[in-house]
Protein backbone atom coordinates (compact mmCIF):
# COMPACT_ATOMS: atom_id res chain seq x y z
CA UNK A 1 0.00 0.00 0.00
CA UNK A 2 1.19 3.29 -0.88
CA UNK A 3 -0.38 6.85 0.61
CA UNK A 4 -0.58 9.92 -1.60
CA UNK A 5 2.18 12.38 -1.90
CA UNK A 6 -0.95 14.70 -0.75
CA UNK A 7 -1.58 12.61 2.22
CA UNK A 8 2.59 13.08 2.92
CA UNK A 9 2.32 16.64 2.63
CA UNK A 10 -0.16 17.23 4.83
CA UNK A 11 1.64 15.46 7.67
CA UNK A 12 4.81 17.56 7.00
CA UNK A 13 2.64 20.36 7.08
CA UNK A 14 1.08 19.40 10.36
CA UNK A 15 4.56 18.32 11.54
CA UNK A 16 6.25 21.88 10.64
CA UNK A 17 3.52 23.88 12.67
CA UNK A 18 3.19 21.93 15.36
CA UNK A 19 7.36 22.46 15.90
CA UNK A 20 7.21 26.49 14.98
CA UNK A 21 7.48 28.37 18.70
CA UNK A 22 4.25 28.99 20.33
CA UNK A 23 1.57 31.94 18.89
CA UNK A 24 4.00 32.09 15.76
CA UNK A 25 2.77 31.68 12.01
CA UNK A 26 4.29 29.47 9.38
CA UNK A 27 3.83 30.92 5.99
CA UNK A 28 2.94 28.92 3.51
CA UNK A 29 6.26 30.22 1.36
CA UNK A 30 8.56 28.73 4.10
CA UNK A 31 6.92 25.49 4.12
CA UNK A 32 7.41 24.72 0.44
CA UNK A 33 10.59 25.90 0.07
CA UNK A 34 11.56 23.00 3.56
CA UNK A 35 9.96 20.41 2.20
CA UNK A 36 10.17 20.96 -1.39
CA UNK A 37 6.23 21.41 -2.51
CA UNK A 38 4.93 23.53 -4.85
CA UNK A 39 2.70 26.71 -3.62
CA UNK A 40 0.22 26.07 -5.64
CA UNK A 41 -0.21 22.09 -4.63
CA UNK A 42 0.48 23.51 -1.02
CA UNK A 43 -2.15 25.92 -1.20
CA UNK A 44 -4.44 22.79 -1.79
CA UNK A 45 -3.40 20.88 1.25
CA UNK A 46 -3.58 23.89 3.71
CA UNK A 47 -6.75 24.47 2.55
CA UNK A 48 -8.06 21.07 3.42
CA UNK A 49 -6.54 21.03 6.63
CA UNK A 50 -8.29 24.03 6.93
CA UNK A 51 -11.31 22.66 6.04
CA UNK A 52 -11.07 19.73 8.52
CA UNK A 53 -10.24 22.53 11.56
CA UNK A 54 -6.56 20.96 12.23
CA UNK A 55 -4.89 24.17 10.98
CA UNK A 56 -6.43 27.90 11.24
CA UNK A 57 -4.78 30.30 8.93
CA UNK A 58 -4.77 33.84 9.22
CA UNK A 59 -4.66 36.20 6.09
CA UNK A 60 -2.87 38.95 5.19
CA UNK A 61 0.88 40.42 5.01
CA UNK A 62 1.90 38.83 8.21
CA UNK A 63 -0.08 35.76 7.54
CA UNK A 64 0.26 32.20 7.85
CA UNK A 65 -1.10 28.83 9.36
CA UNK A 66 -0.74 27.58 12.82
CA UNK A 67 -2.33 24.16 14.26
CA UNK A 68 -6.08 24.47 15.59
CA UNK A 69 -5.78 21.78 17.79
CA UNK A 70 -3.40 20.81 20.35
CA UNK A 71 -0.83 17.77 18.74
CA UNK A 72 -2.11 15.38 21.28
CA UNK A 73 -5.69 16.13 19.90
CA UNK A 74 -5.04 15.32 15.74
CA UNK A 75 -4.99 11.81 15.48
CA UNK A 76 -2.58 10.62 12.54
CA UNK A 77 -5.44 7.83 11.36
CA UNK A 78 -7.88 10.80 11.25
CA UNK A 79 -5.72 12.77 9.18
CA UNK A 80 -4.64 9.73 6.64
CA UNK A 81 -8.38 8.87 6.33
CA UNK A 82 -9.13 12.36 5.15
CA UNK A 83 -6.39 13.32 3.06
CA UNK A 84 -6.80 9.83 1.25
CA UNK A 85 -10.03 9.58 -1.51
CA UNK A 86 -9.60 5.65 -1.25
CA UNK A 87 -8.37 2.90 -0.34
CA UNK A 88 -8.78 0.44 -2.96
CA UNK A 89 -5.55 -1.58 -2.84
CA UNK A 90 -6.75 -4.09 -6.13
CA UNK A 91 -9.46 -3.88 -8.99
CA UNK A 92 -12.10 -6.18 -6.04
CA UNK A 93 -11.91 -3.52 -3.74
CA UNK A 94 -14.40 -1.09 -5.82
CA UNK A 95 -17.62 -2.66 -7.06
CA UNK A 96 -18.45 -0.61 -9.51
CA UNK A 97 -15.63 -1.35 -11.60
CA UNK A 98 -14.43 -4.87 -10.36
CA UNK A 99 -14.21 -7.08 -13.54
CA UNK A 100 -11.94 -10.26 -12.34
CA UNK A 101 -14.02 -13.39 -12.86
CA UNK A 102 -12.46 -14.69 -9.63
CA UNK A 103 -13.18 -12.25 -6.66
CA UNK A 104 -16.09 -14.57 -5.61
CA UNK A 105 -13.51 -17.63 -4.55
CA UNK A 106 -10.43 -15.53 -4.00
CA UNK A 107 -8.86 -15.34 -0.52
CA UNK A 108 -6.22 -12.61 -1.30
CA UNK A 109 -8.76 -9.31 -1.18
CA UNK A 110 -9.79 -10.40 2.39
CA UNK A 111 -5.77 -10.99 3.48
CA UNK A 112 -5.46 -7.31 1.63
CA UNK A 113 -8.58 -6.27 3.97
CA UNK A 114 -7.43 -7.22 7.05
CA UNK A 115 -3.97 -5.92 6.45
CA UNK A 116 -5.46 -2.64 5.31
CA UNK A 117 -7.43 -2.93 8.96
CA UNK A 118 -4.51 -3.43 10.48
CA UNK A 119 -2.73 -0.52 9.25
CA UNK A 120 -5.43 1.70 10.16
CA UNK A 121 -5.57 0.77 13.71
CA UNK A 122 -1.96 0.67 13.87
CA UNK A 123 -2.11 4.70 12.76
CA UNK A 124 -5.19 5.16 14.65
CA UNK A 125 -3.05 4.57 18.32
CA UNK A 126 -0.64 7.56 17.26
CA UNK A 127 -1.32 11.53 17.50
CA UNK A 128 0.86 14.93 16.04
CA UNK A 129 2.15 14.42 19.48
CA UNK A 130 3.84 11.08 19.08
CA UNK A 131 5.87 12.38 15.84
CA UNK A 132 7.22 14.78 17.73
CA UNK A 133 9.06 13.50 20.58
CA UNK A 134 11.90 14.39 18.84
CA UNK A 135 11.29 18.27 18.40
CA UNK A 136 14.47 19.47 18.73
CA UNK A 137 15.77 17.37 16.18
CA UNK A 138 13.30 18.40 13.35
CA UNK A 139 13.11 21.53 14.28
CA UNK A 140 16.98 21.75 13.17
CA UNK A 141 16.58 19.62 10.15
CA UNK A 142 13.62 21.86 9.11
CA UNK A 143 15.61 24.95 10.23
CA UNK A 144 13.38 26.18 12.96
CA UNK A 145 14.82 28.70 14.90
Known amino acids: MRLKKYTDYALRVLIYTASIPEGELASKK????????????????????????????????????????????????????AMEDDFLLLECFDRDTNYCVITPACKLRHILNNALHAFLEVIDQYTLKDLLSNKDELRELMDIT
Request: no cysteine.
Open 30 to 81: EISYIFHISENHLGKIIHQLNKLELIETVRGRSGGVKLAKTPENINIGYVVR
